[in-house]
């Protein structure tokens, strides 16, 4: 059977954010599972516009992007009790696509709090999308995490994000077998 191919995307646009340094953790967890694709350029889509054509090249790679993924893995900040604009961006020029229709989806937040409102926002726009929510996890107080690099060095941190991983490829791969 063909591997899984898991995507990563962060909601944050910034290169050294906790938020990338978690995905960073999951590609590391699904060494072993999936082959594992990052999509970086959410910050490059336009404003959601319907009047826009859908064949703008930013779109049309961010939705071949989805459609090519059998699971997402989403991991963002919380920005003033909700997600980032161009996160909710991006996934708005899915609406309407079926990209995420029935696609297992693990979501993830690290910050300050744990980004729990950001990820109850993110659970309602891709329910609204048809998506399998298989899991979420929040990590609050994620700086004393991380190491010298910036990079997520708590093994409960670790763990907890590996059983998200697995969740999520398991999710996929039953979904490959009814299908």
Excluded at 86 to 109: F, I, Q, R, T
Aim: hydrophobic content about 45%; some cysteine; overall charge negative.
């Amino acid at each position: 059977m063909e591997p899984v191919h898991l995507l990563l995307i962060s909601g944050s646009l910034q290169r050294a954010s906790s938020n990338r340094a978690l995905l960073k953790v999951a590609a590391r967890c699904a060494e072993d599972l999936a082959t594992v694709g990052w999509y970086e350029r959410i910050g490059d889509i336009p404003h959601f516009n319907s009047d826009l054509a859908d064949d703008l090249e930013s779109v049309v790679d961010w939705r071949a992007a989805v459609r090519a993924a059998d699971a997402v893995l989403i991991s963002t900040p919380e920005y003033a009790h909700s997600l980032p604009g161009s996160l909710k961006n991006a996934l708005d020029w899915l609406v309407g696509s079926g990209d995420l229709y029935e696609k297992p989806v693990g979501l993830m937040s690290a910050g300050l709090s744990g980004g729990e409102r950001a990820l109850d926002t993110l659970a309602q726009t891709l329910h609204a999308q048809g998506s399998n929510l298989v899991g979420r996890l929040s990590v609050p107080g994620v700086r004393p995490k991380l190491d010298e690099n910036g990079d997520i060095a708590d093994l409960e941190t670790i763990a907890q994000t590996c059983v998200l991983v697995d969740a999520v490829v398991d999710a996929a791969r039953a979904a490959r077998r009814s299908s």
